[in-house]
């Protein structure tokens, strides 16, 4: 036996196929943003407004009772600068992955930060949604290429450290 | 030992679930399991599950979930990948830790989404077997051939097993496949993995399950109506399939007798997703049909959601106790393939 090969792999190949149910919130969060609004749902026990609406709220445990309208501005509340590409992506480096808390939400989305260089990116710094061209829009959060600068004052760390 | 009881129950059950996700259609029955306690998630000393990301196909989604219960501030919490079940033994070992009077248990699936006979060869073993992806339907298949040429059961007595199914369901508001069905006909039906008919097989369910427990005098407070936890064991058989003896289940009859399972059983629910499966199960169990009522609620062959349809024969047998249909219950729930794992949960009616 020891004069042999020992086998240290096997490839086992595994697919599977799934047929996703994104679930009543979810569905009207993308149908709304098919047509380039965007709605979060309001909790109606913290009043905290998630954008995109999860199923429930987390923090609670509560059904959502009340939609809300959010806007295509905000605030970079926190970055990385990217330097290494994740496998399948093609975005040049570097970039910046950002988490942008969208006027009318209470909670972060994330998104792709371009119009500025990495290093002048920063926390409090007020963006808008680039959108994508109307004919490309579908039913995802991608209808949104990325956010870049807003010529307005940034905004206090103080008023979004919650969610740093 | 620490007396536990079940006091609360609720399920939900459904053939496809296309509109609400599972966090959407758990939230309710959390809900409604606990409104008659008058209490919330933050009154639990601990809260378990029992589900598979397998089945949505994502990872993490049993974090997800944690939503419908709102987790903040934090709790005490745990998860087991495997039926809630499961989860429920968690809970009572939890529970004779002595410090916390009452836990949540929950379950929760959708076997939809996906192919669930292919989803479920994941589970075996994952060298020699997996690669085959032999589906659940094929292996249990396996197991009633092997049960047949032993000359333990017929062809017939797998279509009486089914027929009472079906017959027993007609009570049940959550059963998918139901009806006065004639035993002869039902062997008229063409082979779908043979020696398996269609409906031998189980349905394609979704649904939730969620249970409250309680210790002691704590349970009495809760309900008037507590259902005690008298034993509860869980065993396992080999994972080499090619090892066993599929014609019996040894982990269910060593689970049973540590359980402290009697002859004098009135009801038994017992998880066998496919037909065969509940005649090696009430062999193992020592369970005779002339004394004790199988399946009451039609059994996983009426509706199975996968990772709560153990649970749920926790819950049916508590609930017919509860109801004052009998004294004392046997709960069975099974993973892996062919009856691999077990569990065996004696139940009592409060004196």
Redesign the interface.
Known sequence: MSDQVPVTELISPIRLEYRYTPGKESSDFLRGIKEGRLTGRRCPSCRKVYFPARAVCSMCGEAFTETVEVKDTGTLVTFAVVNVNFANRTIDLPYVAAEVLFDGADTTTSVLLAGVAPEDARMGMRVKAAWLPREQWDHTLANIDHVEPLDEPDIPYEAFKELV | MRDVAIVSYSQYTSRR?????E??FL?PV?KETLAPLGLT?HDMGFTVSGSSD?L??QSFAFV?A???????PPIAESHVEMDGAWALYEAWVRLQHGDIDTALVYAFG?S????IG??LA?QLE??MT??LWPDAASLAALQARALLDSGKASEKDLARVVARSRRSAQDNPWAQLKGDVDEAALLDAPLFSDPLRKHDLPPVSDGAAVMVLAAGDRARQLTANPVWIRGIDHRIDSHALGSRDLTVSPSTKLAGEKAGVTPDIDIAELHAPFSHQELILAEALGLDETRTRINPSGGALASNPVMAAGLIRIGEAAKRLAAGEGRRAVAHATSGPCLQQNLVCVLEAEQ
């Open positions: 679930e296309d509109t609400r996700n966090i959407e939230l959390v998630t397998y949505a196909g997800s944690l939503d419908a219960v709102g987790p903040w959708k939809s989404p996906g192919d292919r989803v994941l994952p060298y997996t690669p």
